[in-house]
């Protein structure tokens, strides 16, 4: 698939917030080897001012994703890609819904297609590609689909000001969220006072990352303790990518701040349960440390303190 001038790329990727993370070096890899085309990213709103800041994208369509009871919304998006004029899709997200717009297409012409959906121009064929991080599947399928190099995206254009935050330095991030419906991912919020604790005894500004329903969460932990920052609901991504570049470290559960926080080089301690496997999804960055016990219940607090030199 050599690249061509004045040709029109499109990328899909859709989320959630790890994944879209681990498919930024895959992003820059397509715009390096796309240098002249115009390229639009398709995804879902949370990431679409990261996309357009980080310049490897000139573009950024909202991915509605209509229900498969809503025939007119599908004829829109149809309509929608039709146009596009697109030579080359990458289809990073490779997901049912996102293999079934190639059909969209129909009946043609189809662009060249890089993804898993049936008959498609370049297929990622590894029969085994569920069983691959999903860093290293990505720069296989675009292998196959002739761009041989995916380096590690240089991220330093995901920043912020966080002199809004009036913080206290030396500070460190702590991520104790995570999906409502998977509890067995989270650590305690008991675990997370006491290790909040021993920072602010050793000198470190304990701030508390999370989305805004996690802002009762964070308030628990920190109850009584007015030198701990609560930063649920306040931050964007960007905001986020700042802190992480000048924390200390950072200390968080398995979900998907800390994919961004490890990403920019910030030292990282994540902590993982059997209800996630990080040879498949792990964060990645400069200094990326994997805690894994069985249950988190059992992780002490000594040894995650330990971890990050306490």
């Known amino acids: 698939m050599p690249a061509e001038r004045s040709e029109h790329v499109l990328i899909i990727k859709l989320g959630a917030l790890g994944d879209f993370v681990q498919a930024l070096s895959p992003l820059a890899a397509i715009r390096n080897h796309h240098s002249n085309a115009h390229i639009t990213l398709l995804t879902t709103t949370p990431y679409k001012a990261l996309a357009e800041v980080s310049g490897y994208v000139d573009e950024v369509w909202i991915d509605k994703?209509?229900?498969?009871?809503?025939?007119?919304?599908?004829?829109?998006?149809?309509?929608?890609?039709?146009?596009?004029?697109?030579?080359?899709v990458y289809d990073l997200q490779t997901s049912d819904r996102s293999s079934s717009y190639f059909h969209l297409f129909w009946p043609g012409p189809f662009p060249k297609w890089s993804g898993i959906a049936r008959g498609c121009s370049h297929p990622h064929t590894n029969p085994g590609r569920d069983h691959m991080h999903t860093i290293t599947r990505q720069a296989e399928q675009l292998?196959?689909?002739?761009?041989?190099?995916?380096?590690?995206?240089?991220?330093?254009?995901?920043?912020?000001?966080?002199?809004?935050?009036?913080?206290?330095?030396?500070?460190?991030?702590?991520?104790?969220?995570?999906?409502?419906?998977?509890?067995?991912?989270?650590?305690?919020?008991?675990?997370?006072?006491?290790?909040?604790?021993?920072?602010?005894?050793?000198?470190?500004?304990?701030?508390?990352?999370g989305a805004a329903d996690e802002y009762t969460l964070i308030s628990e932990i920190a109850s009584g303790r007015e030198s701990w920052v609560n930063l649920a609901g306040k931050t964007n991504l960007l905001d986020i990518g700042a802190l992480a570049r000048f924390a200390r470290f950072a200390i968080g559960n398995d979900t998907?701040?800390?994919?961004?926080?490890?990403?920019v080089g910030c030292r990282s301690v994540v902590l993982y349960s059997h209800a996630s496997d990080p040879a498949l999804c792990a964060q990645k960055g400069a200094d990326v440390e994997i805690i894994r016990v069985e249950q988190l219940a059992s992780l002490s607090v000594e040894?995650?303190?330990q971890a990050v030199g306490l």
Not at 68 to 83: A, D, E, G, I
Not at 143 to 170: C, Q, R, T, Y
């Open 143 to 209: 292998s196959m689909a002739g761009i041989p190099e995916v380096p590690v995206a240089d991220l330093h254009w995901i920043n912020g000001d966080i002199e809004k935050f009036g913080l206290s330095k030396p500070f460190a991030l702590l991520v104790p969220g995570g999906a409502v419906h998977r509890p067995e991912k989270r650590w305690s919020t008991m675990h997370y006072r006491e290790l909040a604790g021993e920072l602010s005894d050793n000198g470190v500004t304990p701030v508390f990352l």
């Open 303 to 305: 040894r995650v303190a």
């Open 65 to 88: 994703r209509p229900k498969w009871t809503q025939p007119v919304n599908w004829l829109s998006l149809r309509q929608q890609l039709k146009k596009g004029g697109f030579s080359r």
């Open 256 to 263: 998907g701040p800390m994919h961004l926080v490890s990403a």
